[in-house]
Each structure stands twice: as structure tokens, then as C-alpha cells.
């Protein structure tokens, strides 16, 4: 099992920056993919950025690339998402997830066995 607790959420102007973070504990050994999706009200969950160490594969959606860096500190067994110039259409709960189901990361949630319980992010124009 391995548990993911998000942290770094809150509500900053457009154009500001923000780092959100997943500490994980557990069995993290078996994780073989690392990802941030985010859920605006209505909408459905996205992934917006993975990261797989083993094969030095970070990928991002087109919405947030250029702006949003996903990292790894093995050493504090956390994963962050560094996010610059957020605009409101960022706001959204943002989830840390894993998967140790697949080698490769998926595209889809369900195929991410751990996740965290979220933590909000809100960009005001």
C-alpha cells in the first residue's frame, strides 16, 4: 500500500506561481508511475503530469506545458508540481496519484491505484 497526502494548495492572482506537493509513504518501491491530475467543478479529471524515474519520462498536457514542472525528491519520498504564470482556468482540485499496475504511466485515472484526498488550487483573474 502507499499513501499520498497532498499539501500547498491555496488561492493566488493570475500570473503568480504556486508548488503543491505529494509526500508519499508505503510501499513506494512499487510505484513505477507518478502523476498530478486536477478536477474543475463539472468537468472530468485530467492528467496534467507524470513522471516515471525508471525511464526519465516526464510528459505534460498542452494546457500547462511550458509553465507547470513536475519533480522527485526520492530522499523525502515526495513529488512536486511547480506551477508559474497560473491563469484562473487553472483552478481546479488538483490530485496526486500513482499506479503500480503499469510500467509505462496511463492516460487514464482509473488505472492509478493510489491517489490522495486533493488539495485546492484557486488562480482569481
Known amino acids: 500500500q502507499v499513501r499520498l497526502v497532498e499539501s500547498g494548495g491555496g488561492s493566488v492572482p493570475a500570473g503568480e506561481s504556486l508548488k503543491v506537493a505529494c509526500a508519499a509513504s508505503g510501499y513506494t518501491a512499487s510505484v513505477n508511475c507518478w502523476g498530478w491530475f486536477r478536477q474543475a467543478p463539472g468537468t472530468q479529471r485530467e492528467r496534467i503530469a507524470v513522471i516515471n524515474p525508471k525511464y526519465d519520462y516526464t510528459w505534460y498536457v498542452d494546457s500547462v506545458k511550458g509553465r507547470v514542472t513536475i519533480s522527485q525528491d526520492n530522499a523525502k519520498n515526495t513529488v512536486y508540481l511547480q506551477m508559474n504564470s497560473l491563469k484562473p482556468e487553472d483552478t481546479a482540485m488538483y490530485y496526486c496519484?500513482?499506479?503500480?499496475?503499469?510500467?509505462?504511466?496511463?492516460?487514464?485515472?482509473?488505472?492509478?491505484?493510489?491517489w490522495g484526498q486533493g488539495t485546492r488550487v484557486t488562480v482569481s483573474a
Open positions: 496519484a500513482a499506479t503500480s499496475l503499469y510500467d509505462r504511466c496511463p492516460e487514464v485515472p482509473y488505472r492509478y491505484n493510489y
